[in-house]
């Protein structure tokens, strides 16, 4: 039987890889998208294209009514979920002392608790199947922070205590739950980075080059196709931080 995935923030950058490569694997894919259909729909378009269908879904994943549209959407049409990837996020790149409660509560609701409401809502199919993998898209700055990068650096290393307690209690339903913590990769996330500064963290990283979109979404199909590791927190970063 087809594995069912829903797969949050996919219309640009690693979502956007993420459910491409899921879909040409043969997965069933639900794309999420927020404020970018048009992307959303390129991709769609993009697959058609190979002859390889994906549901394309508009839900803003921090807020748990939509959150719940998206779920139920996806088990009135294909009626399970096999794979949970948490991949929407946002980013934040201001002075600690200038960051206001409003920056707070949109990066931690739409990075932190989209990821807890979004497997909350899941776990529920997963559970009464005894069996399910999730994986949240996380950061090396959730392993380590970054400067000027505060809440994004919090909201991330919230996820990475997600998935460590989530495996733990969910183990035993044969669900598991792991987290990717990619380094810099190659997307709109990173275009603020100057050519220089690029260059200047190329020189840090033992690979000697920035990742790949491409780069986590083998990292994704490769915790899909595994039966035992869960609880992880894989950093892909070309061996720039390692701990």
């Known amino acids: 039987m087809e594995k069912v995935a829903i797969v ?19 997965i069933k894919v639900v794309a999420n998208y927020n404020k970018s259909y048009e992307s959303a729909k390129e991709l769609q378009e993009e697959l058609k294209n190979q002859n390889i269908n994906i549901d394309i879904f508009k839900a803003d994943v921090s807020k748990r009514e939509e959150v719940k549209k998206l779920v139920e959407y996806t088990l009135d ?51 009464s199947n005894k069996n399910g993998c999730i994986i949240n898209i996380s950061s090396a700055w959730g392993m380590v922070g970054a400067s000027l990068e505060v809440i994004y650096s919090v909201s991330k290393a919230g996820m990475d205590g997600l998935t460590k307690a989530l495996s733990k209690e969910l183990g035993p339903s044969n669900i598991r739950v792991n987290s990717i913590a990619p ?16 260059e200047e963290i190329k020189n840090e990283i033992p690979l000697e080059k920035i990742g790949r979109v491409e780069d986590v979404a083998k990292c994704v199909k490769w915790l899909i196709e595994d039966t035992y590791t869960t609880g992880q927190i894989i950093p892909v970063n070309g061996g720039w931080i390692i701990t």
Do not use: H, P
């Not at 948490?86 to 990075?111: C, H, M, P």
């Not at 380094?183 to 690029?198: F, H, P, Q, S």
């Open 8 to 26: 949050t923030g996919a219309s640009k950058g690693i979502g956007r890889e993420i459910a491409k490569e899921l879909a040409e694997e043969g």
């Open 77 to 127: 049409k294909y009626k399970k979920i096999d794979i949970l990837i948490n991949n929407a996020g946002i980013s934040e790149y201001k002075l600690f002392t200038d960051e206001t409660d409003e920056d707070w509560q949109r990066v931690i609701n739409t990075n932190l608790y989209s990821a807890f409401a979004m497997s909350q809502e899941v776990s529920k199919n997963m559970i």
């Open 183 to 198: 380094g810099i990769i190659d997307t709109a996330m990173n275009k603020n980075l100057k050519e220089e500064e690029i």
